[in-house]
T-cell receptor, first 117, second 111 residues
């Protein structure tokens, strides 16, 4: 079965540069979540989108922005990168309409490892 | 505010030994609790959700509202169980369905 796709898988940027991370949800999933996992830390929720609208916001810095497009893929834009932004960025997707125990279950992508030097 | 605590960063057991990964939570309402597993170099995968009360790969977890715990248990650990385990909570009032994760416990099963 198709899974959540994230690109790129690895990204190296310098301080003050910008980065764009992409997430392609599972087909027919309309909700996308972004999480940040720093080295040795647990995943922290950043932001989520439902039907192309922001639905919840976590600890996302003002330097970051995100959006969900008409095909439900999402992009996380990160500007003025700092060393502390080095982390694994996970995207997850879900759907509220499956009518089964899997409704709302979040399926995670493989993550994008961002290294800021 | 919701919070998930996994007190053990690392748990090391021998193959065939029982395993218990602890998870405690803080939430004022009725949360949904999950266990996610992350094998080496792989994505996070859902292992268990408390509402389904199922047993996956021999693992079980019972939600204890009195103790606000959702410990993960397995009677006989296998080497392939070695992985990172995260306990996660979803609050009933979350319009966005976000998950709050605990700090994770690395389980190492030695031969």
């Amino acid at each position: 079965a198709a899974g959540v796709i994230q690109s790129p898988r690895h990204l190296i940027k310098e301080k003050r540069e910008t980065a764009t991370l992409k997430c392609y949800p599972i087909p027919r999933h309309d909700t996308v979540y972004w999480y940040q996992q720093g080295p040795g830390q647990d995943p922290q929720f950043l932001i989520s989108f439902y039907e192309k609208m922001q639905s919840d916001k976590g600890s996302i810095p003002d330097r970051f922005s995100a959006q969900q497009f008409s095909d439900y893929h999402s992009e996380l834009n990160m500007s003025s990168l700092e060393l502390g932004d080095s982390a694994l960025y996970f995207c997850a997707s879900s759907s509220p309409y499956l009518g089964t125990s899997e409704t709302y279950e979040q399926y995670f992508g493989p993550g994008t490892r961002l290294t800021v030097t | 505010a919701q919070r998930v605590t996994q007190p053990e960063k690392l748990l090391s057991v021998f193959k065939g030994a029982p395993v218990e990964l602890k998870c405690n939570y803080s939430y004022s309402g009725s949360p949904e609790l999950f266990w996610y597993v992350q094998y080496s170099r792989q994505r996070l995968q859902l292992l268990l959700r408390h509402i389904s009360r199922e047993s996956i790969k021999g693992f079980t977890a019972d939600l204890n509202k009195g103790e606000t715990s959702f410990h993960l248990k397995k009677p006989f650990a296998q080497e392939e169980d070695s992985a990172m385990y995260y306990c996660a909570l979803r609050g009933e009032y979350n319009a966005g369905n976000m998950l709050t994760f605990g700090g994770g416990t690395r389980l190492m099963v030695k031969p």
